[in-house]
């Protein structure tokens, strides 16, 4: 069974970035896609994308382009997310999550709270 | 970009009661769609993919069906712990989630 452990909080400043890590156990990164997600205070679920276990793609919502990156390093099973120039807009709890077929994913990070705040 | 329409937005209803919830796509999808229960502080936690396939581990009182654009996902029978908010999701392209589905306690 796969588990996926995120890194902790994080507070910043408008304009600065985060890096969140998502570690798996229980199975390799390289076996399934990893996907991101976020959800802002009491609002619902938003998609962030995926990166492929084989070729490294990523595919993300135009609305994140320039500021967003996922990467990972298989030789300690975690994987990535970057998200750059950040606003108030960005606080959210971000997840990753273990793709099982075409998107739906069967297990899931605890996620990690991102606040963005002068 | 395919966008997901849920409704109710909130539902209430009783432990037994028999509920659906519907998941609307503006354009067809084929059975491309997921379903998710998330409780409050948690993560999601996947119900149904492909739109009527049950996730190993989910009770049998969950079930979707529908295809290309609309879809439902029926609980048979409340439990209390049913109670909380269910999102639908695309799965092609943009993955996008529908803006979810409080099903409360009448």
């Known amino acids: 069974q796969v588990q996926l452990v995120q890194s902790g909080a994080e507070v910043k400043k408008p304009g600065a970035s985060v890096k969140i890590s998502c570690k798996a156990s229980?199975?390799?990164?390289?076996?399934?896609?990893i996907h991101w997600v976020r959800q802002a205070p009491g609002q619902g679920l938003e998609w962030l994308g995926w990166v492929n276990p084989n070729t490294d793609e990523i595919r993300f919502p135009q609305k994140f382009q320039g500021r967003i990156n996922m990467t990972r390093d298989t030789s300690v099973s975690t994987a990535y997310l970057e998200l750059t120039s950040l606003t108030s807009d960005d606080t959210a709890v971000y997840y990753c999550a273990k793709d099982l077929k075409l998107g739906a994913c069967d297990f899931w990070g605890q996620g990690t709270l991102v606040t963005v705040s002068s | 970009d395919i966008q997901l329409t849920q409704s109710p937005s909130f539902l209430s209803a009783s432990v037994g009661d028999r509920v659906t919830i519907t998941c609307r796509a503006s354009q067809a999808i084929n059975n491309y769609l997921a379903w998710y229960q998330q409780r409050p502080g948690k993560a999601p936690n996947l119900l149904i993919y492909l739109a009527s396939t049950l996730q190993s581990g989910v009770p049998s009182r969950f079930s979707g069906s529908g295809s290309e654009t609309e879809f439902t996902l029926t609980i048979s029978s409340l439990r209390p712990e049913d109670f909380t908010t269910y999102y639908c999701?695309?799965?092609?392209?943009?993955?996008?989630f529908g803006q979810g589905t409080k099903l409360e306690i009448k």
């Open positions: 229980g199975d390799t990164l390289t076996a399934y896609y």
């Open positions: 999701q695309l799965l092609k392209d943009q993955h996008t």
